[in-house]
Structures are given as C-alpha cells and as structure tokens.
C-alpha cells in the first residue's frame, strides 16, 4: 500500500476524494513517508519536508505532493 493510499485510508476517503478536497483548499492532509511511521498532520498543499512528531523527522509530505500533483 502506498502511503497516498494510506493517508485516504486514515482520513476515511479514496484517494479521488482526498485529491479532490485538497485542490481547493489551503491545508491538505500530509503523512510521514518514513516505512515504519503513519503520523499523519494538516500541512501545505506543497509540502514536502513537514515535522513528523513521532520519527522527530522532516519526512511529511503533503497528499498533493505524493500524487505528483504539486
């Protein structure tokens, strides 16, 4: 499962529908992309390098950035 999948698994969506709320807004779902880690936090439509509380990592990333979007 790839962690796009993940995080629109996690905010109760599909994925169409994630992307879709997150093209109109100015927060977006992000999740950490570290293997082991699912901490997912509201963050820019272009973030690629977010603060992940739980790894202590800036490895979150924003569903616009995961789907090649932004």
Same mark, same amino acid.
Request: charged fraction near 25%; include cysteine.
């Given at each position: 499962?790839?962690?796009?999948?993940? +995080?629109?698994?996690?905010? %109760?969506?599909?994925?169409?529908? +994630?992307?879709?709320? %997150?093209?109109? #807004?100015?927060?977006? &779902?992000?999740? =950490? $992309?570290? &293997?082991? =880690? #699912?901490? !997912? !936090?509201?963050?820019? &439509? #272009?973030?690629?390098? %977010?603060?992940?509380?739980? =790894?202590?990592?800036?490895?979150?990333?924003?569903?616009?950035?995961?789907?090649g $979007? $932004?």
């Amino acid at each position: 499962m790839s962690k796009l999948d993940k +995080l629109a698994e996690i905010e %109760g969506m599909t994925v169409m529908e +994630l992307l879709e709320q %997150g093209t109109f #807004d100015s927060i977006v &779902p992000g999740i =950490c $992309i570290n &293997p082991d =880690c #699912d901490y !997912t !936090t509201e963050v820019e &439509p #272009d973030q690629s390098r %977010g603060w992940c509380e739980e =790894c202590e990592t800036n490895t979150v990333k924003a569903a616009t950035v995961l789907a090649g $979007i $932004i």
